[in-house]
């Protein structure tokens, strides 16, 4: 089983940004997706961004234009540019790997941003 580590959340004023980062405890060598999901107190999971090694991206439309998501297929690495950042973006962020029939879930990071 693959664990995912995730750094970088903290505490951000509106307009400003942050990168988080996830490393997984090993090399995936199986074709696999990354991605960040994030949950906001009373909300339920939601996509923010994913990436497969190709480069292949998929946003949520809340975050297109402002977030960028990337990966260092090498590490099993994946990173999360958040620009712009509004108040509603405030949640717990998690790290996700997909590669066959598994998955991994990081334990999170908490983004927040005041107004």
């Known amino acids: 089983q693959v664990q995912l580590m995730e750094s970088g959340g903290g505490l951000v004023q509106a307009g400003g940004s942050l990168r988080l980062s996830c490393a997984a405890s090993?090399?995936?060598?199986?074709?696999?997706?990354m991605g960040w999901y994030r949950q906001a107190p009373g909300k339920q999971r939601e996509l923010v961004a994913t990436?497969?090694?190709?480069?292949?991206?998929n946003y949520a439309d809340s975050v297109k234009g402002r977030f960028t998501i990337s990966r260092d297929n090498a590490k099993t690495t994946v990173y999360l540019q958040m620009n712009n950042l509004k108040p509603e973006d405030t949640a717990v962020y998690y790290c996700?790997?997909?590669?066959?029939?598994?998955?991994?879930w990081g334990q999170g990071t908490q983004v927040t941003v005041s107004s």
């Open positions: 996700n790997i997909h590669y066959g029939l598994s998955y991994s």
């Open positions: 090993r090399r995936v060598f199986s074709f696999n997706t």
């Open positions: 990436i497969t090694e190709r480069g292949d991206t």
